[in-house]
């Protein structure tokens, strides 16, 4: 198996305290995955930029790439926008192999965690 990294994928804002919490999972991620490289990339407004990221980890010897779209759901970003941005990275580096999750909102673990939160919040 090569180097691995797993890219987490946000959008971005204009604050820099929005991407607190997406810092916290990055840190937390890292500590559950010690032998990859696990970072933070954004759609846009923010930096490093997904394909920016993707560059370094290419020049690191990254081989196996896996993107998280940290997004509640599958909307415009992540079904049009991302895929459109993986397809140029795929051309620009095709020694990478980039696997892409689904949105971390949509997963069944995720949603019962926030689920469950709501409920407390409601108690």
């Known amino acids: ?12 804002a ?9 810092e916290r999972l990055r840190d937390m991620t890292r500590e559950r995955l010690p032998d990859v490289d ?11 930029r997904l394909p920016e990221q993707v560059a370094l ?4 010897g990254v081989e196996e790439l896996t993107v998280v779209p940290v997004f ?3 909307g415009g970003h992540v079904l049009r926008d991302l895929p459109l941005m993986l397809d140029e ?3 620009a580096y095709p020694q990478l192999s980039i696997r892409v999750a689904g949105a971390v909102g949509e997963a069944p673990d995720v949603l019962r965690a926030m689920t469950d939160y709501c409920v407390s919040a409601a108690s």
């Not at 204009?14 to 997406?22: E, I, L, Y």
């Not at 696990?38 to 490093?48: C, I, K, R, T």
């Not at 980890?57 to 690191?60: H, K, M, V």
């Open 89 to 91: 990275l795929r051309t």
């Open 57 to 60: 980890l290419a020049a690191q």
């Open 14 to 22: 204009r604050a820099a305290s929005w991407a607190a919490p997406f």
């Open 38 to 48: 696990v970072s933070l990339a954004f759609l846009e407004l923010m930096s490093p």
């Open 1 to 12: 198996m090569g180097k691995r990294a797993l890219v987490l994928f946000a959008h971005g």
């Open 72 to 74: 509640l759901g599958q």
